[in-house]
Nanobody, 113 residues
């Protein structure tokens, strides 16, 4: 099973990015998918999660700015990130849960002027 994240890059404060994470090599549907992030010198933290039934949870620091969604048929999870701030600079890792947690390699998001 592989999770391939994409969509990271350099954006100015106030800008937007859309992250995608597609799973391959699996015939099952993840029970939950989502995103963590890890900023330089900090621990990895949960950003958002979405279940196969559509239940969603966000970290307080992204509420109202980030929107997570998924395509169950494609086992793909997305995250629209708006109003980005320098504090959002981090490597963003996607994950999927089915009996165990599977991780993608991460995509770097840099918010800077």
């Amino acid at each position: 099973v592989q999770l391939q994240a994409s969509g990271g890059g350099l954006v100015q404060p106030g800008g937007s990015l859309r992250l995608s994470c597609a799973a391959s090599g699996t015939i099952f549907r993840f029970n939950a998918m989502g995103w963590y992030r890890q900023a330089p010198g900090k621990e990895r933290e949960l950003v958002a999660t979405i279940t196969s039934g559509g239940s969603i949870a966000y970290a307080e620091f992204v509420k109202g700015r980030f929107t997570i969604s998924r395509d169950n048929a494609e086992n793909t999870v997305y995250m629209q990130m708006n109003s980005l701030e320098p504090e959002d600079t981090a490597v963003y890792y996607c994950y999927g849960v089915y009996g165990m947690t599977y991780w993608g390699k991460g995509t770097l998001v840099t918010v800077s002027s």
